[in-house]
């Protein structure tokens, strides 16, 4: 049993059984959570103890002795239409006045922008007036029947992460309110308190972030329940001070409308405009700015820095341009599958990075009669989770929760134990192992490394119908040899990246995923034409390159082979409408694919091959028409692929694989290193010539497993298995 | 039994039975058709005798002498891409060298569009050249990867319907090639031909257009098979002398483009341009101002002018400007069903409108064993057509065909002549006796009254995966007690004409039947919200109002009271999530609608009633996503209701009946002049004080019956059954 790279919670009244676990678990480092205190002695319990710290909040006399320096958000209100030639509009209609309130203080006719929603004229200052105690501002002379809006800045009262476990769980503590380090007193208390609580402090070893100074969007409604949620917002940093150094950093006004954009917010979703991304670089280099100040705090204090990826992340983010210089020591953050592990695991210029793993030790799951339950979604956690950590693993993984909880379920003991085991080893074989990958494809849309491994998400980890069907790309590659990059369109406008071997663009019309006007603009589409005209690989999933002119819907259609017909070309017959049957590409799939959303009215050009079109048996009579949901298309050199959607699964994993060798011409490389069952994965790591093969499902699986030769064997695997295997248990070719 | 208002075929070697079968039917009017000929003395057979004629083709000797007079057509070439920097298009690539061929000698450089299709550029001529004897033409210096397509005139070599049924039925008659009466020899010539082929066929008493100048676009590829089929096409009306007359008229040169749109042609589901209105005005002052010459010339030979709608009827469109200046005593075209009854009985301006019913008298119905299947196709077509004919009745029907094979099918006659007696019982109970409608619907779009019945058509009648959904409204509406209009934008930019009560705005984004850019137009948007605020109805079906802008995807999200979800919101959190039961609009439905191809991602703001709310079970894991169906909101004194689609069933029928009551405000009017049962209809002629009760189905059924004042009687139908009541029927109210 080895020791080391696993965290657990304690609390003050569990110390002798902590110490128990921690051996069982060969764990080294302790942490508190919400509603546990650590104990006096926590630092003689283990190498490391973490300790939560919050740099804005948490500090309600000062905060309430600084009302100037409180934080601001930037919300809109309702779309009001005029059915009268004055227009009152209630701004907080639809918020919680517990959480919000507007700031009448700051000048509004300065920060505040009232539109014509209907023809989107901003409005003169002069044409409005706003009422303080009515909370209302006041259309003058009304266009009948066009409605306004309101943008408007207002001080953010209680930190929302705070507000929402204070209500849902009866908290008594006073009120969390955000501080706003971009003001003077703020600034300077902010490394004052930081210094002093390390003081106070000596048994924390790892002060863990959580996390630096700005919330992303998350606003309630009136009823106090979730109203707007975006993991990626900015609307949460802003205030008056922000937007006169901005106007005064970069010579243009900040507009409200900028942030708002007529209620889309600062949605990731949005093709960011030049205006936004500006206002990005400014904040963060204002939080870079200041976290190196508290990282050096921290160091001084002989304490480690890890930042937690959530909460009051924005400014850091952890592909973003400064956060390799923050000195950080860590990051950690909640796993969920292969994703948010790669997530963690491929940030660059920490020391270590963590995830912390399901379920949580809290008497949701924790109760009794639900030990099976529990060991249910460890497992399952940790095979998704493992499936890439086979690619890159995280450095230490860890739990949260009440120990105390936890510590009733035998079985649940030992499994956490086996797989503390199972990732020591597997660390051990594969970190800087030099991981076998076959390819390298790189994901093309509007944000490129920014938004890596972080695709599609609106809120953290959750699913939505209209993401899962593109999301499920992220979660396969997270798990396959290949070298996976994020790629923006400015990455490639004067060429693809020589080492691209497989480009995807993935994404719903006009999102940035997809990348809307950028398929407009002919330095991109003659790029991407030219890289698989040469030779490269292109993979389109949903709408990709999809934009509305030029006679064309995809505007790469003639690489893809595939487009979508949005009305205007009915006249036109299609004709290629049986699908080819025995493809490399799906060879391996029981049935055909899960397109989970999928896509209508997609049609194939001639000379492209279907690999799937469906009819629709309920209504169809047998006009030329029929859905193409997957076809494979050659253009030059290169070759490319379609799908109507991809959901995460493992045959669909499989199937994306086989894609991405495919159209890039390497289908030779299949069956190297390799696990032939769809439930299975392969990992080669050449420096110790180790291979890991794992079993994804809970039973037992056969496979055939190939050597980076080709040389093959047959495996059987319990359920979940990992085995491991070096070059001599495989036969000679010879 | 009655006699008249019947036609049917006959032919030279069927004389004495075409008498029998015409005492059976009461028919009073005998026709050719193609593979037939009319007998010598047809005129002593029947009161009517119809006879087939070309104007702009048939005369091969004339199109042999006249090469320089035939027919053009406008051509697009395949979308190619520059991998080097020269490219040389293939003009006749994916056409069919029997059908069309490049007109090289009239001024390519003047009438043919070099266009880069990833800028949009339009090449100057200088850096293109073409090649006539390899059929070419070379982009001198083509921009690497940049795609480019050539638009041609090309010269039809034969006219495409008879190609077709050449080829297809192996006729060995000489091609019918397409003169252009635009030119001097032709205009002469058919009139010339006219009068002398009137004064050839004494027997003829109708002249059966069949059609006009010019055909709908009708193209082939080059295995001879339909490549592109619109029926309102004009890109077979044109030529070098038009395109010069159009320009010395309209002071603007008409551009190859502006007919043929990057491909899209002049598809009727583009909103169409100034350009392209303008094109069509002048094709159709010209084609209508030849017609009535030629009408002229047929009623000076004592003969009638009828005209076929369908094939040359491109510039005479029968709700169009002219049409009832032309003087022509009839129209005939086919009847599919309700939609094509109420195109054709809706035409003003001619004094009869004739529907050829189905089946067509042909072997591909009509041979041995088939005869069941025969009478159910004429029981259907019958059915579905008389729903149409309560609200408006045609003023002839007719059958076509070889009337011997049908001869052969005794319940097939005898069905037959049933059905000629209950349409002239109908005829004398319904024409011109005030059917009583309830309320006055208008259907907004981009065309207006000029596409009435005709929205949503591509190849006539054929069915569309894309449009069914959206034709289902139509289908439903040519059945039920409402006046429908055809209304444009510009109809009521200036306020909604006084006499509607409800606007239906249906089709998919960005499509003339939606409306595209119409819904960013202030006057627009504010009119329609204007008029529902002050107490109209308005229903929105699939992607009604849509227009990306202002933070909104529906622009009259506000009325509708429902949203479509296109990824730029995701971060809002949707409450609205719990159908509604029990509503004055869904009480007949036995379960919830078929939306057909539906509509996905639409939401509900808050305040709206969902009626309907779908979710995935099979994808769906809790999060706030539901897709909304239907659903109905306030605005004002006015309501409006949203469906996701709506294509034709009974049921679907009267959910749109009761839609319409409701949004209008006309509830109470629902027990008037109805019956309950969805698979009947009841019709009321104040006139007469008379009530039609009609079964649509085949099998019994049972129903209430309520008069004009709401007395009701339970009625017992048979399959199929028309009873006639009148208002002494019903018990009084006292």
């Given at each position: 049993?080895?020791?080391g790279?696993?965290t657990?919670?304690?609390?003050?009244g569990?110390?002798?059984?902590?110490k128990?676990?921690?051996?069982e678990?060969?764990?080294d480092?302790?942490r508190?959570c919400?509603?546990?205190t650590?104990p006096?002695?926590?630092?003689?319990?283990a190498?490391k103890v973490y300790?939560?710290?919050?740099?804005?909040?948490?500090?309600?006399?000062?905060?309430?002795?600084?009302k100037?320096?409180w934080?601001?958000?930037?919300?809109?209100?309702?779309?009001c239409?005029?059915?009268?030639?004055?227009?009152?509009?209630?701004?907080?209609?639809g918020y919680?006045?517990?959480?919000?309130?507007?700031?009448?203080a700051?000048?509004?006719?300065?920060?505040?922008?009232?539109?014509?929603?209907?023809t989107?004229?901003?409005l003169?200052p002069?044409e409005?007036?706003f009422?303080?105690?009515?909370?209302?501002?006041?259309?003058?002379?009304?266009?009948l029947?066009?409605?306004?809006?309101?943008s408007?800045?207002?001080?953010?009262?209680?930190?929302p992460?705070?507000?929402?476990?204070?209500?849902t769980?009866?908290?008594?503590?006073?009120?969390?309110?955000?501080?706003?380090?971009?003001?003077p007193?703020?600034a300077?208390?902010?490394?004052?308190?930081l210094?002093?609580?390390?003081?106070?402090?000596?048994?924390?070893s790892?002060?863990?972030?959580?996390?630096?100074?700005?919330?992303?969007s998350?606003?309630?409604?009136?009823?106090?329940?979730?109203?707007?949620?975006?993991w990626?917002g900015?609307?949460?940093?802003?205030?008056?001070?922000?937007?006169?150094?901005f106007?005064k950093?970069?010579g243009?006004?900040?507009?409200a409308?900028?942030?708002?954009?007529?209620?889309r917010?600062d949605?990731?979703f949005?093709?960011?405009?030049?205006?936004?991304?500006?206002?990005m670089a400014?904040?963060?280099?204002f939080v870079?700015?200041?976290?190196?100040?508290l990282?050096?705090?921290?160091?001084?204090?002989?304490?480690e820095?890890?930042?937690?990826?959530?909460?009051?992340?924005?400014?850091?983010?952890?592909?973003?341009?400064?956060?390799?210089?923050?000195?950080?020591?860590?990051i950690?953050?909640?796993v969920g599958?292969?994703?948010?592990v790669r997530?963690?695991s491929d940030?660059e210029?920490?020391?270590y990075?963590?995830?912390?793993?399901?379920p949580?030790?809290?008497?949701?799951?924790?109760?009794?009669?639900?030990?099976?339950?529990?060991?249910?979604?460890?497992?399952?956690?940790?095979m998704?989770?493992r499936?890439?950590?086979?690619r890159n693993?995280?450095?230490?993984?860890?739990?949260?929760?009440?120990?105390a909880?936890?510590a009733?379920?035998?079985?649940?003991?030992?499994?956490?134990s086996?797989?503390?085991?199972?990732?020591?080893?597997?660390?051990?074989?594969v970190?800087?192992?030099?991981?076998?990958?076959?390819?390298?494809?790189?994901i093309?849309?509007?944000?490129?490394?920014k938004?890596?491994?972080?695709?599609y998400?609106?809120?953290?980890?959750?699913?939505?119908?209209?993401?899962y069907?593109?999301?499920g790309?992220?979660e396969?590659?997270?798990g396959?040899p290949?070298?996976?990059r994020f790629?923006?369109f400015?990455d490639i406008?004067?060429?693809v990246?020589?080492?691209?071997d497989?480009?995807?663009?993935?994404?719903?019309?006009?999102?940035?995923w997809?990348?809307?006007?950028?398929?407009?603009?002919?330095?991109i589409?003659?790029?991407?034409?030219?890289f698989?005209?040469n030779?490269?690989g292109?993979i389109?999933v949903?709408?990709p390159?999809?934009a509305?002119?030029?006679g064309k819907?995809f505007?790469?259609?003639?690489?893809?082979?595939?487009?979508?017909e949005?009305?205007?070309?009915l006249s036109?017959?299609?004709?290629?409408?049986?699908?080819?049957?025995?493809?490399?590409?799906t060879?391996?799939?029981?049935?055909l694919?899960d397109?989970?959303?999928?896509?209508?009215?997609?049609?194939?050009?001639?000379?492209?091959?279907?690999l799937?079109i469906?009819?629709?048996a309920?209504h169809?009579?047998?006009v030329?028409?029929?859905?193409?949901k997957?076809?494979?298309?050659?253009?030059?050199k290169?070759?490319?692929f379609?799908?109507a959607?991809?959901?995460?699964?493992?045959?669909?994993a499989?199937?994306?694989?086989?894609?991405?060798?495919?159209t890039?011409?390497?289908?030779?490389s299949?069956?190297?290193?390799?696990s032939?069952?769809?439930?299975?994965?392969?990992?080669?790591?050449?420096?110790?010539?180790?291979y890991?093969?794992?079993?994804?499902?809970?039973?037992?699986?056969?496979?055939?497993?190939?050597?980076?030769?080709?040389n093959?064997?047959v495996?059987?695997?319990k359920?979940?298995?990992?085995v491991?295997?070096d070059?001599?248990?495989f036969p000679?070719?010879?």
């Amino acid at each position: 049993m080895g020791k080391g790279r696993i965290t657990i919670p304690t609390d003050a009244g569990f110390v002798e059984e902590t110490k128990k676990i921690m051996k069982e678990w060969g764990a080294d480092a302790v942490r508190d959570c919400d509603g546990t205190t650590l104990p006096a002695n926590a630092s003689e319990l283990a190498d490391k103890v973490y300790n939560t710290y919050f740099v804005i909040r948490g500090d309600y006399d000062w905060a309430m002795a600084n009302k100037d320096e409180w934080q601001h958000v930037y919300l809109l209100s309702g779309f009001c239409t005029a059915s009268s030639d004055t227009l009152k509009i209630r701004l907080m209609d639809g918020y919680f006045e517990q959480q919000v309130k507007p700031d009448f203080a700051s000048d509004p006719k300065k920060y505040w922008e009232v539109i014509d929603r209907t023809t989107g004229r901003l409005l003169d200052p002069a044409e409005w007036d706003f009422d303080e105690r009515e909370g209302t501002v006041t259309v003058k002379k009304a266009e009948l029947f066009h409605d306004y809006t309101v943008s408007f800045l207002a001080i953010s009262l209680w930190d929302p992460v705070h507000m929402y476990n204070s209500i849902t769980n009866g908290w008594t503590e006073k009120k969390h309110i955000m501080y706003d380090p971009f003001y003077p007193k703020t600034a300077k208390y902010i490394r004052e308190h930081l210094a002093d609580w390390c003081d106070k402090h000596p048994e924390t070893s790892v002060v863990r972030f959580t996390t630096f100074l700005y919330q992303f969007s998350l606003v309630f409604n009136d009823k106090g329940k979730e109203k707007n949620v975006n993991w990626f917002g900015y609307s949460m940093a802003v205030s008056p001070r922000m937007l006169d150094a901005f106007e005064k950093e970069y010579g243009y006004k900040m507009r409200a409308e900028y942030l708002i954009e007529a209620g889309r917010y600062d949605s990731s979703f949005n093709v960011p405009t030049k205006q936004y991304l500006d206002y990005m670089a400014f904040i963060e280099k204002f939080v870079c700015d200041t976290i190196k100040d508290l990282v050096k705090i921290t160091h001084e204090k002989k304490k480690e820095a890890m930042m937690f990826l959530g909460d009051c992340w924005i400014g850091c983010e952890p592909y973003g341009e400064y956060f390799s210089e923050l000195g950080l020591d860590a990051i950690v953050g909640s796993v969920g599958g292969g994703v948010t592990v790669r997530m963690l695991s491929d940030v660059e210029g920490v020391r270590y990075r963590e995830g912390r793993m399901l379920p949580y030790f809290f008497p949701d799951t924790f109760f009794e009669g639900n030990e099976k339950a529990a060991v249910d979604e460890l497992n399952r956690n940790w095979m998704t989770a493992r499936r890439a950590m086979l690619r890159n693993p995280l450095d230490r993984i860890g739990f949260g929760g009440y120990l105390a909880l936890a510590a009733k379920f035998h079985s649940f003991m030992k499994r956490a134990s086996e797989i503390c085991e199972e990732f020591r080893v597997l660390y051990d074989n594969v970190k800087g192992k030099s991981p076998k990958n076959f390819l390298t494809v790189g994901i093309l849309n509007a944000w490129g490394k920014k938004r890596s491994w972080m695709c599609y998400m609106v809120a953290h980890e959750l699913w939505y119908q209209q993401i899962y069907s593109y999301q499920g790309i992220l979660e396969a590659l997270s798990g396959l040899p290949v070298d996976v990059r994020f790629i923006s369109f400015e990455d490639i406008r004067k060429g693809v990246p020589a080492d691209i071997d497989v480009i995807i663009n993935a994404g719903d019309a006009g999102t940035s995923w997809s990348g809307g006007a950028n398929w407009l603009d002919e330095e991109i589409v003659t790029s991407v034409r030219k890289f698989v005209w040469n030779g490269g690989g292109f993979i389109g999933v949903g709408e990709p390159t999809a934009a509305d002119a030029n006679g064309k819907f995809f505007q790469l259609r003639d690489v893809l082979g595939v487009d979508k017909e949005i009305g205007f070309t009915l006249s036109e017959d299609k004709y290629n409408l049986t699908a080819k049957k025995g493809h490399f590409i799906t060879e391996d799939l029981s049935s055909l694919p899960d397109y989970g959303e999928g896509m209508k009215n997609i049609y194939a050009m001639n000379g492209t091959d279907v690999l799937d079109i469906r009819f629709d048996a309920g209504h169809m009579r047998g006009v030329n028409t029929g859905e193409v949901k997957m076809a494979v298309h050659s253009y030059g050199k290169g070759r490319a692929f379609y799908a109507a959607g991809l959901p995460y699964s493992f045959e669909n994993a499989r199937l994306l694989y086989r894609a991405m060798l495919y159209t890039a011409g390497k289908e030779d490389s299949l069956r190297r290193a390799f696990s032939s069952n769809v439930l299975t994965d392969c990992g080669y790591y050449a420096d110790k010539d180790v291979y890991a093969v794992i079993n994804n499902s809970a039973d037992a699986q056969k496979t055939d497993v190939y050597d980076i030769k080709g040389n093959k064997i047959v495996l059987n695997l319990k359920g979940g298995e990992l085995v491991w295997l070096d070059g001599k248990d495989f036969p000679s070719a010879e």
